[in-house]
């Protein structure tokens, strides 16, 4: 993975894999899913020594046992300036204290601390909120991110799983008052989990926020490991799969069958070469099958796949939606005449090397 890019409207540069660390640990969230230190370390050097630079882990993730983990993985590895550390903060860490949760500046500041401690390190490169919490004010994270910005102790600022509003007024709070941008807005988006392409993916290629894709492979129902059975077994026991994912299901294993990959390398670089999309979060349970991910960016989706995975994959517009298609826009706007924002060209990729 020798490709590294600009992270929204930023100068952060990383890779497009970015590797997820929730299975790092034993204790709390999927713990039946959880790695050792010493089965979490190879899966952490192969993502290193294959030029992966973005990693993603959460004060949430096993109890914050996945942040002692890593810190200590990368002490080890001695690379900690080479990465792009990100964490994030929301979940509560004591249920008895109100101001122990949620998104308001008490509490970040606080969980901040204590991630940098399990960390073993005195900054994060990228600090995101969690999840929204419905009630904190946008102002107030803001300014917050703004604060510990200026005390060195983030570099960079995002958000994560909010609505498409929040962002946004977020993002415009930051540019109106000279405050630290958003640079990055984590999201679930996969071939058979499309929701964010109406409104996230052009409100964050407009306002300059640079999305993070999570769960590319459906949960893992993307994986290779399920077809046509109307169920689901192991991690996704009791599922049920339905016609739309039987659909993008068959479309998917047709593809790779004719590229002569894995199904669950398709479904990953088709998600990071969408529109809006600056990295994907991969995790593993083994350094093999991370490997065997990774290599998602050895090779380009043909045209006529892509347009065959995203017929087979197409979600109902909502109705207002359907309004801002081409087709819609040219009835209402310029019948007969072909208008556009830009020519074919105009602002072409600068990559500072050579391309492969």
Request: proline share 5%; no cysteine.
């Amino acid at each position: 993975m020798n490709h590294y890019y600009l992270l929204g409207r930023s100068g952060l540069r990383v890779s497009r894999l970015a590797l997820g660390t929730m299975n790092f640990g034993v204790d709390g969230f999927h713990a039946a899913y959880g790695k050792s230190e010493e089965e979490a370390e190879p899966i952490f050097r192969e993502y290193v020594e294959n030029g992966g630079n973005l990693i993603d882990t959460a004060d949430f993730y096993t109890a914050g046992e996945s942040e002692r983990i890593l810190g200590r993985l990368i002490a080890r590895a001695g690379n900690r300036e080479r990465l792009v550390l990100t964490g994030k903060f929301t979940n509560t860490i004591d249920p008895s204290d109100p101001n122990a949760s949620g998104n308001g500046r008490k509490h970040i500041v606080r969980a901040l601390d204590a991630t940098l401690r399990r960390l073993g390190t005195d900054y994060l490169d990228l600090y995101l909120l969690h999840t929204w919490d419905r009630i904190t004010p946008v102002e107030e994270v803001v300014r917050t991110f703004d604060d510990l910005v200026r005390a060195g102790k983030i570099r960079y600022a995002g958000l994560s799983d909010t609505p498409a509003w929040y962002a946004a007024r977020a993002q415009t709070f930051a540019e109106a008052h000279a405050l630290t941008p958003m640079v990055n807005l984590q999201l679930p988006y996969a071939l058979n989990n499309r929701g964010i392409e109406p409104e996230f993916a052009p409100m964050a290629q407009s306002l300059g926020i640079g999305i993070t894709a999570w769960s590319p492979l459906g949960g893992g129902l993307l994986s290779g490991k399920y077809r046509g059975d109307a169920q689901a077994n192991g991690r996704l026991a009791g599922r049920e799969i339905g016609a739309h994912d039987r659909k993008v299901l068959d479309a998917l294993a047709e593809v790779a069958t004719e590229l002569g990959r894995p199904m669950a390398q398709v479904a990953i670089n088709w998600t990071v070469t969408q529109p809006g999309v600056a990295s994907a979060i991969v995790g593993a349970s083994s350094a093999g099958q991370l490997r065997s991910n990774m290599a998602a960016l050895d090779f380009d989706l043909p045209a006529e796949a892509r347009e065959r995975l995203d017929e087979a994959s197409a979600p109902q517009t909502p109705q207002l939606y359907t309004m801002f298609t081409p087709e819609y826009q040219s009835w209402i706007v310029s019948p007969g005449l072909a208008i556009g924002d830009k020519p074919a060209g105009y602002a072409r990729p600068v990559l500072n090397a050579a391309s492969r």
